[in-house]
């Protein structure tokens, strides 16, 4: 059984440009949630998706959005890219949200912006 | 305002010690404490769970200890072994917009020296 895929691994962007990252969810998984992880500030929430719809929002900045498609898979968009930007970005899917059965998380996608 | 607090920031033991680490919880509505292992270059994994009904839960060599009354649970590591070297996450959760989002703790990176 495939995990959770994040795509790209790594990316290198300019401050100013946007970017955008994608996750698969397991499949049969409805929930996306996206989290930051930096060593200042841990693991942060950003998102959660749930068939197609946001669900729950972090306290981050509206230059950072994303989406869900049908299928389940998921993006995330930051624009104006700033070098606090700069990150581990984490996807984690789960099967049925409303119970706590905790998440899957992807390899995550190295953001680095210089 | 951190919700969960967690240390040590970091710990080293010797190979067949015992690895202790501790979180503190303020929101009494978190009512599911998982605790997640991150290896380098991989997203964090789903190690062990907890819910404040129970004071203890062991799997294996992984035991979690719940203090309600005082809003404090630990993970104790037995017989820590050179494989157990990670950052390990204490994580709160309680149901938000109809699913369970987890907070977490900043993380402790465990060395076990062989």
């Known amino acids: 059984k495939a995990g959770v895929t994040q795509t790209p691994r790594y990316l290198i962007k300019t401050r100013g440009q946007q970017v955008t990252l994608s996750c698969s969810p397991i499949s049969g998984h409805r929930s996306v949630s996206w989290y930051q992880q930096t060593p200042g500030q841990g693991l942060q929430f950003l998102f959660e998706y749930f068939s197609e719809t946001q669900r729950n929002k972090g306290n981050f900045p509206g230059r950072f959005s994303g989406r869900q498609f049908s299928n389940s898979r998921s993006e995330m968009n930051v624009s104006t890219l700033e070098l606090g930007d700069s990150a581990l970005y984490l996807c984690a899917s789960s099967l049925d949200p409303g119970t706590a059965y905790g998440y899957t998380f992807g390899s995550g996608t190295r953001l680095t912006v210089v | 305002q951190q919700q969960v607090k967690q240390s040590p920031q970091s710990l080293i033991v010797q190979k067949g010690g015992i690895s202790i680490i501790n979180c503190a919880y303020e929101n009494t509505a978190f009512d599911y404490f998982p605790w997640y292992q991150q290896f380098p270059g991989k997203g964090p994994a789903l190690l062990i769970a907890?819910?404040?009904?129970?004071s203890e839960k062991k799997e294996g060599r992984f035991t979690i200890s719940f203090n309600k009354s005082a809003k404090q649970f630990s993970l104790h590591i037995m017989d820590s072994q050179p494989g157990d070297s990670a950052t390990y996450f204490c994580a709160a959760s309680m149901r938000t917009g109809g699913s369970y989002i987890p907070t977490f703790g900043r993380g402790t990176s465990l060395i076990v020296h062989p």
């Open positions: 907890i819910r404040p009904d129970v």
